[in-house]
């Protein structure tokens, strides 16, 4: 249980930290650069993190592996996965990072064709910025991975932070002076540079990790980090990343780089409020692992019924608090300026904010397990219905369509298919999840709309200090209905957590 909360608080200050930077950085790119290279910043980050569907299942894979040698007398060997692992992500990375120092020297050919020559200068220097970040931060993961399978996962969030808190005094030594693009990727390379290194020399300094040494990897670990286990999570990582930052680069694409900015600006805050939430599930996830290698499928139940009671109340308290103080929100942190004014934007991104978090609970579940390949054809259909509906809506719903189209997906049918699947996955009757979560949640539901209702009504038309006043009182009495509820289940509730965990 001490592991847990370690990692979970560890967790919660690297989000914080990065909730920091967003909050201070978008309306500092915005003021200082302009919506163009704005958008162009995130459609550079957002290109990092969608490359990573190439290689980032490995942490998965990794993960389930490692946590699996820890549990059973008969798995693979801590190092030699972690060496495999290290391999894969060095190899693939370092292709990735050729490929974007080769399109940063198209700058002003293919694209920029237009552009300022400083400008031109700025995105080629960018690339090769991006380039380096990347190759660095992913080889970084597999010490990760190492760290999280160890349930250290306090030392894999602290090096989150790490990498964070360089970046941010980067930025406030020398982005502020001089705003340029390629001035922001360098920062997040010495981000990466940092963290990398004093987490490598950690892992050797405490014994968890030998000396460098090169060896053929065993053939059997990579059979199965490649084939048995990375098949599944490579092609279920390749739909999720799509509908994670496919959004971006299709408006991009579509409406252009100013149009991401307004679109980031409407999701952003929901999309960090899923981060935040989804957390408790996320490092619950090797927790998982070990239950199951233990005691089998049906062991997991309990630990999964308790926190998925807890995720549908905190996304339901989430989603609401968005739905009415969603456009607050958004004022406050880019100005009124920049803040889109229609109404149910903020509505249909609550109610889309609620769906992402319970479903990733579900998520969660099936890569502790290593059954993600029971999902893959429900993530390639979401993928699909929603690129489909997002550009048959764009005449109607604009910078909102994509969020429009992945509520109507997620809502009519996938987050059906994804409970009824972790049901089967946890050995769970219908009865007992509705004993458990659905009769509890109807209930949390039914109190967080008219709360969050009455606490924005308090305040029509009032200044930022009264919103906020009326958002934290909000908080709180929503706080207290949680744990209200999970109080009352005594020995299923959260406040007997720590019993599971023991477990393992």
């Not at 490929?99 to 700058?107: K, L, R, T």
């Not at 249909?348 to 502790?368: E, K, P, T, Y």
């Not at 029971?374 to 909102?400: C, H, I, M, S």
């Amino acid at each position: 249980m001490k592991g847990y909360i370690l990692g979970l608080l560890a967790n919660y200050l690297g989000l914080a930290l990065s909730i920091a930077i967003q909050i201070f950085l978008m309306p500092f790119l915005l003021h200082a650069m302009g919506q163009e290279l704005t958008g162009l910043y995130y459609l550079f980050m957002t290109i990092a993190n969608f490359v990573a569907v190439g290689v980032a299942w490995m942490t998965g894979a990794g993960v389930y592996l490692l946590a699996s040698a820890h549990s059973r007398t008969d798995a693979a060997d801590p190092a030699e996965v972690h060496w495999v692992v290290f391999l894969g992500y060095t190899a693939y990375a370092g292709v990735v990072m050729l490929v974007i120092w080769g399109w940063g020297v198209s700058a002003g050919h293919w694209w920029l064709t237009s552009a300022d020559p400083t400008l031109v200068v700025q995105g080629r220097n960018a690339c090769f910025f991006l380039g380096a970040y990347i190759w660095i931060n992913y080889i970084h993961q597999a010490d990760i991975a190492l760290f999280t399978a160890l349930l250290a996962q306090g030392w894999a969030n602290f090096y989150r932070v790490v990498s964070q808190a360089v970046f941010v005094g980067m930025v406030f030594g020398i982005v502020i002076a001089a705003p340029r693009l390629d001035l922001l990727m360098a920062a997040n390379l010495v981000g990466a540079l940092v963290a990398g290194g004093w987490a490598r020399i950690h892992l050797r300094r405490s014994g968890r990790l030998g000396p460098w040494q090169w060896r053929r990897p065993k053939w059997d670990l990579v059979r199965q980090m490649f084939y048995q286990k990375g098949r599944d999570y490579f092609i279920f990582g390749l739909a999720q990343f799509g509908l994670i930052y496919g959004d971006v680069m299709i408006i991009g694409a579509v409406l252009g780089p100013a149009k991401v900015s307004a679109y980031l600006i409407i999701w952003k805050i929901p999309e960090v409020m899923a981060l935040i939430l989804g957390r408790i599930s996320e490092i619950l996830s090797p927790y998982l692992t070990r239950l199951s290698a233990r005691s089998g499928q049906g062991g997991v139940a309990p630990l999964f019924l308790c926190t998925s009671r807890l995720q549908h109340g905190l996304a339901a308290a989430a989603g609401a608090a968005y739905a009415f103080f969603g456009p607050d929100m958004a004022g406050l942190w880019v100005g009124e300026a920049f803040r889109p004014e229609t109404p149910w934007y903020y509505w249909i991104a609550g109610m889309l904010l609620f769906f992402q978090v319970v479903n990733r609970h579900d998520i969660v579940l099936h890569a502790a397990l290593a059954r993600l390949g029971r999902l893959v054809a429900v993530q390639f259909a979401e993928l699909f219905l929603k690129v489909v509906l997002t550009l048959l809506l764009f005449d109607r719903f604009g910078v909102a369509a994509p969020l429009v189209a992945g509520l109507a997906v997620q809502a009519a049918a996938v987050t059906w298919i994804y409970r009824v699947s972790a049901l089967q996955e946890s050995r769970t009757g219908k009865a007992a999840w509705m004993r458990e979560v659905g009769g509890w949640w109807l209930l949390t539901a039914g109190l967080m709309i008219p709360l969050s209702w009455s606490c924005r009504k308090a305040t029509p038309g009032a200044e930022m200090p009264e919103v906020l006043l009326a958002l934290l009182v909000y908080g709180m009495l929503a706080a207290a209905v949680l744990l209200l509820i999970e109080w009352q289940r005594k020995t299923t509730g959260i406040f007997h957590l720590h019993a599971k965990l023991s477990e393992v």
